[in-house]
């Protein structure tokens, strides 16, 4: 048995790296009271959107909505 140095025209097989998971994608979310950019509510927006969830909201003042 001989060891054969690989053939340099070769070029080593490139993989596609997976496209990312994206549980919700197509999906709508609604997210009700969202209080402020520190609230639970704020946390979950962020998860679904990263899912690829679309987002519709309420907030619960004009304050919140900055």
Same mark, same amino acid.
């Given at each position: 048995?001989? =060891?054969? @140095? *690989?053939? +340099? @025209? %070769? +070029? *080593?097989?490139?993989?596609? @790296?997976p496209a990312p998971f994206k549980p =919700? %994608? !197509?999906k709508v979310v609604l997210v009700v009271g969202v209080a402020n950019a520190?609230?639970?509510t704020t !946390?979950?927006?962020?998860?679904?959107?990263?899912a690829g969830a679309h987002i519709v909201m309420t907030y619960l003042n004009a304050k919140a909505r900055a």
């Open positions: 048995m001989s =060891l054969q @140095s *690989p053939d +340099a @025209s %070769e +070029a *080593p097989e490139t993989v596609a @790296s =919700l %994608e !197509g520190h609230s639970i !946390g979950c927006v962020k998860a679904f959107r990263a």
